[in-house]
């Protein structure tokens, strides 16, 4: 008989927190003590802001982050695979325990003031779901694992305009930055085929000079797009593009006052005078 320990499979429910260093290194704590496998579930947000829920949007940025984490589990050697799932975090673990049989659980959520999880006692819940297995609650604050910056930019027609590139490069000169290009469509913004093959183009050329940039469309209101982002995702500061004066739509109701007011974070506006065109 072989003398070495048994692979022990470990159950990790997180959403937001899954980039979290803390979480990461707990993980590869528990693999220095014997060998062990990873599936991590991601259960989608649910939006607070907006009427519309853009599921597809929601699970890019549940599957960004668990992305991350997967590469970064697996470059410490630590066997990594992970799923986003549309369900609540109670309902997420209870599937996951009934097709996996996991050998622990840990269970991941910001701190108290932050957590829909810890305020819904939806840990304790999940507690009770894993019955006998051997549980683990993190507690992660993010912002005070500051690392890289991270940046949303908030931009539809004029998202290929110079003076926004040149900012989105000026700012990731000044140190180690993500970029998350976020395109609100809809209505008078023209068609959804138009703003994603701008944003592609966007995206595509910054990432071809090394910038860490993501693209994703929105919901079509831009603020209710910015929240919502803002509740996927760390984000530390904000840049806001549109055309200059009158003919933002945007301008006329305020966006910039009001992000700055509600979200408590950096807000950068950048005008562009003409709207790149796109061809096929």
């Known amino acids: 008989m072989s003398d070495e320990p ?21 993980i590869e704590d528990k693999a220095r003590q014997g060998p062990v496998r990873v599936t991590v579930v991601a259960p989608v947000n649910q939006p607070r802001q907006g009427y519309v829920v853009y599921y597809d949007t929601r699970r890019a940025a549940a599957r960004r982050r668990l992305d991350k984490t997967l590469d970064l589990l697996r470059d410490a ?7 986003v799932v549309e369900a609540d975090p109670v ?19 910001h701190p108290q003031r932050q957590s829909g999880c810890l305020r819904r006692d939806a840990v304790a819940q999940m507690r009770r779901v894993a019955g006998a297995l051997p549980f683990e609650h993190v507690v992660v604050d993010l912002a005070a694992e500051r690392g890289e910056s991270n940046v949303l930019v908030v931009a539809n027609r004029t998202v290929l305009g110079e003076p926004l590139l040149a900012k989105i490069r000026e700012r990731a000169a000044q140190g180690p930055t993500s970029f998350l290009i976020i395109s609100p469509q809809g ?16 995206v595509t050329v910054l990432r071809g000079e090394g910038l860490d940039v993501h693209g994703q469309i929105a919901h079509p209101d831009p603020y209710a797009a910015v ?9 530390d500061e904000l840049i806001v593009s549109t055309f200059p004066g009158a003919r933002s739509g945007w301008l006329r109701r305020d966006l910039v006052g009001r992000l700055r007011s509600d979200t408590k974070l950096p807000v950068e506006h950048v005008e562009v005078e003409i709207p790149e065109q796109v061809t096929a």
């Open 77 to 83: 050697g630590v066997p990594a695979e992970g799923v």
């Open 187 to 202: 209505g008078a913004e023209g068609s959804y085929e138009e703003a994603e093959r701008r944003l592609l183009r966007a």
């Open 227 to 235: 929240m919502q982002a803002i509740e996927d995702e760390r984000v």
């Open 6 to 26: 048994a692979e022990r499979h470990i159950v990790v429910v997180a959403n937001e927190t899954v980039v979290s260093r803390a979480l990461v290194e707990l």
């Open 91 to 109: 309902t997420a673990l209870r599937d996951a325990i009934a097709r996996l049989e996991p050998d622990e659980v840990i269970v991941s959520t």
